[in-house]
């Protein structure tokens, strides 16, 4: 096609949405350059941005709709540790997933595709080397967990780790360049999301971030639905048997990846979808929380629950709407499966962002009030389609430690979720008997224990601890 064609064409597709401004650099690239906006604009599904941007698109109401959230039945966490009933449910629910992992039926779903934009960490936010002692990085203890599992289950567990055009690269050099962490070649599967565009608020014009180039942001943790056909991942998953997957994202180094109690609810229950909530401690924590509405099963991100809901109280004076997401699940593999064939399986969410970009001059503008719509998909919202969805409470101290800002945040920066490794390191170290001088500090890699029961095994009722020391297995 020569370079007139490939302009005509281009333009045969944008001008009905009036985005051919998009081509008005056009005479000044490079044949590569042209090639890679030509691909950008292929790609785009310009109806939907269009009407996203008409308000076309059915967008919830969250507010009306949380006025009929009711809190949802949850396995609470004193039924888990609690009376001889009780315990026999934990038992068997730890049993049922522990068979699950010894027949190989388990994967891991780690999503990393995310901006880190908060972090203003330059690189992957997978990379950020979060150990207190070690420094090892969030990817190298999300994949010592996974190989520990393994380990202690006698099975190989394939991870499916997502990326996204902003962070693919880097995060399959930062693999290569460690061995993978000692991940055998054929348990590690990664793959890569898609992106959407940011338009004008005003306009609905597409941004360009360069003039060969469309803004475009990866299209939200929603987007694994779609990336996990597309790259086949799903089929690896039926040709390996894998049935349930332990979803997590890149940040939080606190999760109990593959616990096996949590695995039984959800296979026990037939669930399709488990989740695991911890309870908000205030009414303004920044969680979304999980609600019943119209007796289907949701989160409600924290920005779109109205103050007086979230302040609403119970008879013995609890938050009504307590059950906070962390963004831990299982997911049935065939919910995947079956959501495929839904043409709109998970709905947009739209933000007011600041972009910067391009203007007409070719010059950048950096505006300073939100100018552009953003598009993302939410993984939580296969919630309402999910058969039996459960959610199981966690202590927050046992699972949720998020790396999102920068240092001077008053939660959830390096220093923060580093205090809670280590708090939980030490708790562990302490149920087993060892003693810590005060101030010592201990890590505990999962190659060394994955868990307090891990610990107890490895540990001297009695053993001290004088010096701060990271205590590896490897
Ligand atoms: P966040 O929405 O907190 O985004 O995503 P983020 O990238 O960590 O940080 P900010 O908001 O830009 O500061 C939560 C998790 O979901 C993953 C991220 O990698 C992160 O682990 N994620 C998010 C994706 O994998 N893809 C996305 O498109 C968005």
Redesign the pocket.
Known sequence: MTADEQHQQLLAKLEPFGQQHVLQFWEELSPGERDELADQVAALDLALIDALHRGEVDQPDWGELSRRAEPPAVVRLAEQVGGSVSESHAAAARQRGEQALAAGEVGVLL?????????GFDLP?SMYPIGPISQASLLEIHVAKVRALAKRYGKAIPLYL?T?PATHADTVRFIEENQRFGLAESDLFVFC?GTMPAVDIQSGKLLLGKKHRLFQS????G?TVAALAASGALEDMRRRGIQSLFYL???NPLVPIGDPELLGYHLLAESELTSVAVAKQTPEDKLGVFAKIDGQMHVIEYSDLPDEIAELRDAHGELKIWAGSI?VHVFATKLFERVQTQADSLPQHIARKLVPHLGPSGTLVSPTEPNALKF?KFIFDLLPKATNPVVVELAEEACFGPL?NAPGAEKDTAEYVQQMMLAQHRRWLEAAGARLAPGVKVEISPSFALDAVGVAERIEPGQTFETSQFLSGD
Do not use: F, I, N
């Not at 999503?111 to 972090?119: I, M």
């Not at 990866?218 to 943790?221: Q, S, V």
């Open positions: 999503t990393a595709g995310g901006q880190g934009s908060r972090l936010k997502m996204s999301q990866p299209d939200g943790h987007g994202q890149v940040d963004a993302e999102k």
